[in-house]
């Protein structure tokens, strides 16, 4: 059980990187980046995520920061999508590539007419 004062303790990137590990089909990775084998915060799903956290008003994504954590993805088994989990003070977004978007969308509405056409 945690108690208050240890909750008190943790950083704002610690709390975050616990909420993505607690959503369905998430998992903190362990020591979270501090070794090569566990690259990264957390794993959604197929997605290697990097958790990000500023207190300004906005915050500044750069290339070479996204292919390497692209690069991460890719090495990580069995192969994971790169994405960015970003809070904005109390404003919380997810930053994929475009084409994993799209794919997703498009399995999604796949998937939806799967299941309507199986309820008939």
Do not use: C, V
């Not at 903190?28 to 957390?42: L, P, V, Y």
């Amino acid at each position: 059980m945690e108690t208050p004062w240890d909750r008190a303790r943790k950083t704002r990137h610690q709390i975050q990187e616990e909420r993505l590990g607690r959503l369905e089909g998430g998992s903190k990775q362990i020591n979270s980046g501090r070794f090569w084998r566990w690259k990264r915060d957390n794993k959604i799903y197929e997605f290697l995520i990097e958790a990000r956290r500023t207190s300004a008003n906005s915050f500044s994504i750069s290339r070479d920061e996204f292919l390497n954590i692209q690069k991460n993805a890719y090495q990580t088994p069995p192969g994971l999508l790169p994405g960015m989990q970003i809070d904005i003070q109390e404003l919380q977004l997810i930053t994929l590539r475009l084409t994993d978007f799209h794919s997703m969308y498009h399995r999604l509405i796949a998937l939806e007419r799967r299941d309507e056409e199986s309820d008939e």
